[in-house]
Nanobody, 125 residues
Framework: QVQLVESGGGLVQAGGSLRLSCAAS????????MGWFRQAPGKKREFVAG????????GYADSVKGRCTISRDNAKNTVYLQMNSLKPEDTAVYSC??????????????????WGQGTQVTVSS
C-alpha cells in the first residue's frame, strides 16, 4: 500500500512557475517509478511526466516538454514537478502516481497503481 499526498498547487499568472510536490509513504518509494498526470474539467486524464525509480530516466508529454522538469528525492520519499512558463491550458488537477515497477515505461496510466488526490493548478491569462 502506498499513500501519496500532493501539494504546491495554486493560482498563478500565465508565464509564472509552480513547483508541485508529492510525498509518499508506505511501500518502499525508491523501488517505484513515479508519474504526474493532470485532468482538466470535461477532459480525460493525461500524462504529464514520469521518472524511473532511481531517477535515471524521465519522460514528458509533448505539451509540457521544455517547460516542466520531474525529479525525485528518494531520501525524502518525494517526487517533484517544476513547471515554468505556465499557460492557461495547463489549468487542471495534477495528480502523482506510483508505478507498478521501477522502470519508467511511458504515459500509460495502467502502468501506475497508486494515485494521490491531486492538487489544483489554475493559470490565469
Amino acid at each position: 500500500q502506498v499513500q501519496l499526498v500532493e501539494s504546491g498547487g495554486g493560482l498563478v499568472q500565465a508565464g509564472g512557475s509552480l513547483r508541485l510536490s508529492c510525498a509518499a509513504s508506505g511501500r518502499t518509494f525508491s523501488t517505484a517509478a513515479m508519474g504526474w498526470f493532470r485532468q482538466a474539467p470535461g477532459k480525460k486524464r493525461e500524462f504529464v511526466a514520469g521518472i524511473s525509480s532511481l531517477g535515471a530516466r524521465t519522460g514528458y508529454a509533448d505539451s509540457v516538454k521544455g517547460r516542466c522538469t520531474i525529479s525525485r528525492d528518494n531520501a525524502k520519499n518525494t517526487v517533484y514537478l517544476q513547471m515554468n512558463s505556465l499557460k492557461p491550458e495547463d489549468t487542471a488537477v495534477y495528480s502523482c502516481a506510483a508505478g507498478r515497477g521501477p522502470y519508467y515505461t511511458g504515459g500509460d496510466s495502467g502502468q501506475y497503481n497508486y494515485w494521490g488526490q491531486g492538487t489544483q493548478v489554475t493559470v490565469s491569462s
